[in-house]
């Protein structure tokens, strides 16, 4: 079973910048997709970004256009979410997962547990 761990949340000043890793025990190329999603309090989890690993394209929601990229390096495993240009409203739990794609949960078969980006002055 494919195992996510997810890195690189924190505190950090509205305008500012993050990048979070999505380690994956297994390869990434075993999956159609990764995808990141997030969760912010009270709400449902809602999809941010995936790739698909086949062709490497991206996918975006359309609050995160321009601001956040999705990459990655399949010599390692990993896949990030680089997050520039912060606002509050990012503040949330993020969660990486993998399956077949799309920015909605059921298409995911594996999760992380989540990392938490609190976006704050």
């Known amino acids: 079973q494919l195992q996510l761990v997810e890195s690189g949340g924190g505190l950090v000043q509205p305008g500012g910048s993050l990048r979070l890793s999505c380690a994956t025990s297994g390869s990434t190329l075993d999956y159609y997709a990764i995808g990141w999603f997030r969760q912010g309090p009270g709400k449902e989890r809602v999809g941010v970004s995936c790739i698909i690993n086949s062709d490497g394209s991206t996918y975006y929601a359309d609050s995160v256009k321009g601001r956040f990229t999705i990459s990655s390096d399949n010599a390692k495993n990993t896949v990030y979410l680089q997050m520039n240009s912060l606002k509050p409203e990012d503040t949330a739990v993020y969660y990486c997962?993998?399956?077949?794609?799309?920015?909605?949960?059921?298409?995911?078969?594996?999760w992380g547990q989540g990392t938490q980006v609190t976006v704050s002055s």
């Open positions: 997962a993998a399956g077949g794609g799309g920015l909605t949960p059921p298409e995911y078969d594996y």
